[in-house]
């Protein structure tokens, strides 16, 4: 089967491609200073609707396993 895929790199792999290639301690910084946080990832793709509409689908899902990651590592302690 021949497919083609696509694959999009975001801010992370940029940098991390970016040190491999040895940018000088500036250059890495001034690019570091640039990325965003996942907030603000997130609220830029929250504006796609379908996006936010998936992100939202999924969350119950999500709790369940915050929930069950938070009582694993309580117990942990």
Request: net charge negative; hydrophobic share 35%.
């Amino acid at each position: 089967m021949n497919e083609t895929i696509e694959i999009k790199l975001d801010e992370a792999d940029k940098q991390a491609m970016m040190t491999e290639n040895h940018l000088s301690h500036e250059e890495i910084f001034s690019n570091v200073r640039k990325m965003k946080t996942f907030d603000e990832m997130l609220a830029k793709q929250m504006k796609d609707e379908e996006f936010k509409k998936e992100y939202e689908a999924i969350q119950p899902e999500m709790n369940e396993i915050r929930a069950s990651v938070d009582a694993r590592t309580s117990q942990e302690q």
